[in-house]
Nanobody, 116 residues
Framework: QVQLKEFGGGLVHPGGSLRLSCAAS???????LGWFRQTPGKQRELVAA???????EYADSVKGRFTISRDSDENTVDLRMSSLKPEDTAVYYC???????????WGQGTQVTVSS
């Protein structure tokens, strides 16, 4: 069974930086690793994702500020966030998708708060 463990998150001032990390285990078929975020009353939205062959996708709102990277041998993914804004405040969820299987797998979520 696929499990995702997240690291990082916390409180940061506007303009600051933060790194989120996630380690996936339980599968050698992981294709996509990435991050979604969610605020109360809103749908979960894609922040960034990276495929096993290195293709990346970013939400328009984070392009140029966030960078996603992965170590496919270790099934880990990092999200480096810079120039953080209060509107980046959310619970961030790591997710992964395996080859040949339709469902996403989710981490437990980690809070990121951007506030002065």
């Amino acid at each position: 069974q696929v499990q995702l463990k997240e690291f990082g998150g916390g409180l940061v001032h506007p303009g600051g930086s933060l790194r989120l990390s996630c380690a996936a285990s339980g599968s050698n078929l992981i294709n996509i690793l990435g991050w979604f975020r969610q605020t109360p009353g809103k749908q979960r939205e894609l922040v960034a994702a990276i495929s096993r062959d290195g293709n990346t996708e970013y939400a328009d709102s984070v392009k140029g500020r966030f960078t996603i990277s992965r170590d496919s041998d270790e099934n880990t993914v990092d999200l480096r966030m810079s120039s953080l804004k209060p509107e980046d405040t959310a619970v961030y969820y790591c997710y992964c998708k395996e080859f040949f299987r339709p469902q996403n797998h989710w981490g437990q979520g980690t809070q990121v708060t951007v506030s002065s």
